[in-house]
T-cell receptor, first 111, second 112 residues
């Protein structure tokens, strides 16, 4: 158990809909990262937050957005969903060291 | 653009048969190279961080090594419970912006 929690575990929705994925980092970790894992693309970095502020963006679509709240939990919002957005979404957190610790993931299925 | 290539894509070994997994990388300034293990439907589990060429890290039957262009994950006398996908990732030297770039992984199967 990494100490990172993600909810929900599974999410099934329809094209065009909007969903919110939630992540609670390890206690004390200020950095939160979001990654998407699909069969063809592998694990891809989406976005990073540090203590409530956006720090870096990766391959994140404009339909996706995220935020980190004062209690350090983070939410990833996915809108206008397409079939190709079906994937595993992982959150990771990092403290003062270099290691990112990953949560168990949310499996999103868009029908 | 940072790139990580892992080979082979899949590897099937007999229990006790040692082998190595390869991770080739290009990055504009390497801060660290990471190895993770991922079981089906689970989140990646951290194994090792390597920072400089020549560095080695060991954990049970696994040993990771690093050169300026690649890293190897050596598996000695593997057991069926070592079956998993092994992921390699690089972290660039970019101040506080440190999202990882991952390879597509090596799917390892150890047969009893």
């Amino acid at each position: 158990d990494s100490g990172v929690t993600q909810t929900p575990k599974h999410l099934i929705t329809a094209t065009g809909q909007r969903v919110t994925l939630r992540c609670s980092p390890r206690s004390g970790d200020l950095s939160v990262y979001w990654y998407q894992q699909s069969l063809d693309q592998g694990l891809q970095f989406l976005i990073q937050y540090y203590n409530g502020e956006e720090r870096a963006k990766g391959n994140i679509l404009e339909r996706f957005s995220a935020q980190q709240f004062p209690d350090l939990h983070s939410e990833l919002n996915l809108s206008s969903l397409e079939l190709g957005d079906s994937a595993l979404y992982f959150c990771a957190s990092k403290g003062n060291g270099d290691t990112q610790y990953f949560g168990p993931g949310t499996r999103l299925t868009v029908l | 653009e940072d790139q990580v290539t892992q080979s082979p894509e899949a590897l099937r070994l007999q229990e006790g048969e040692s082998s190595s997994l390869n991770c080739s990388y290009t990055v504009s300034g390497l801060r660290g190279l990471f190895w993770y293990r991922q079981d089906p439907g689970k989140g990646p589990e951290f194994l090792f961080t390597l920072y400089s060429a020549g560095e080695e890290k060991e954990k049970e039957r696994l040993k990771a090594t690093l050169t300026k262009k690649e890293s190897f994950l050596h598996i000695t006398a593997p057991k069926p419970e070592d079956s998993a996908t092994y992921l390699c990732a690089v972290q660039p030297k970019r101040g506080g912006a440190d999202g990882l770039t991952f390879g597509k992984g090596t799917h390892l199967i150890i047969q009893p």
